[in-house]
């Protein structure tokens, strides 16, 4: 059974940083790429970033390059995503996700198993 549980959502101030984790269990996770994706109210889900299996390749949404950056610790089965540079936009339910394959992909149909959701809420 794979389960992926996420931690580190919260309020923070605009220009605030905030640190995601999601720890994964059921699959080789060093084998695994893995997602991050956020949906706001009224919106689709979107890819925020992805990491390959070995943490060698790294892929960002548009609207979070330079703010965000994703990685991973293969030791502690765990994958990370910094949120610096905050903005109202960002505020969303974030689902971290893994696929069978060491390759990242920023598809929802790249994935097969999903996290229960994160809350990420910035204030202006």
């Known amino acids: 059974q794979v389960q992926l549980v996420e931690s580190g959502g919260g309020l923070v101030q605009a220009g605030g940083s905030l640190r995601l984790s999601c720890v994964a269990s059921?699959?080789?996770?060093?084998?695994?790429?893995m997602g991050w994706f956020r949906q706001a109210p009224g919106k689709e889900r979107e890819a925020v970033a992805a990491i390959s299996a070995s943490g060698i390749s790294t892929n960002y949404a548009d609207s979070v390059k330079g703010r965000f950056t994703i990685s991973r610790d293969n030791a502690k089965n765990t994958v990370y995503l910094q949120m610096n540079s905050l903005k109202p936009e960002d505020t969303a339910v974030y689902y971290c996700?893994?696929?069978?394959?060491?390759?990242?992909?920023?598809?929802?149909?790249?994935?097969?198993?999903w996290g229960q959701g994160t809350q990420v809420t910035v204030s202006s």
């Open positions: 996700a893994t696929r069978g394959g060491r390759r990242l992909g920023m598809l929802i149909d790249d994935y097969d198993y």
């Open positions: 059921g699959r080789t996770f060093s084998s695994s790429a």
